[in-house]
Nanobody, 126 residues
Framework: EVQLQASGGGLVQTGGYLRLACAAS????????IGWFRQAPGKERERISC????????SYADSVKGRFTISSDSTKTTVYLQMNSLQPEDTAVYYC???????????????????WGQGTLVTVSS
């Protein structure tokens, strides 16, 4: 059974940093594409970053570009999201998702992700 476990959320002050992890259980990421999403209270879910394991490409939403970095470990079992210069507007539940579509990360918006993690809460205090 494919399972994803997101972790690393917490409470941080404005300007602080966190690193989220998305761990695979029962599979390795192989050539999958992994996406990080977030949903703030009362707002729609936002896709913020993707990494495509088939070619190593990455993509970012404008709202996080230059502050967040997505990466994958060498075993392809964990994907990280390094979040720097956090702002109150980054407060949300963060989710990771996986799909076996072989596609460059810049086309991440076309992916209907099949597997989702449970979410981890990030709260940025002002």
């Amino acid at each position: 059974e494919v399972q994803l476990q997101a972790s690393g959320g917490g409470l941080v002050q404005t300007g602080g940093y966190l690193r989220l992890a998305c761990a695979a259980s029962g599979f390795t990421f192989g050539d999958t594409i992994i996406g990080w999403f977030r949903q703030a209270p009362g707002k729609e879910r936002e896709r913020i970053s993707c990494i495509a394991h088939n070619d190593g490409s990455t993509s970012y939403a404008d709202s996080v570009k230059g502050r967040f970095t997505i990466s994958s470990d060498s075993t392809k079992t964990t994907v990280y999201l390094q979040m720097n210069s956090l702002q109150p507007e980054d407060t949300a539940v963060y989710y990771c998702a996986a799909d076996r579509m072989r596609i460059q990360a810049k086309y991440c918006g076309y992916v209907r992700f099949q597997s989702w993690g449970q979410g981890t809460l990030v709260t940025v205090s002002s």
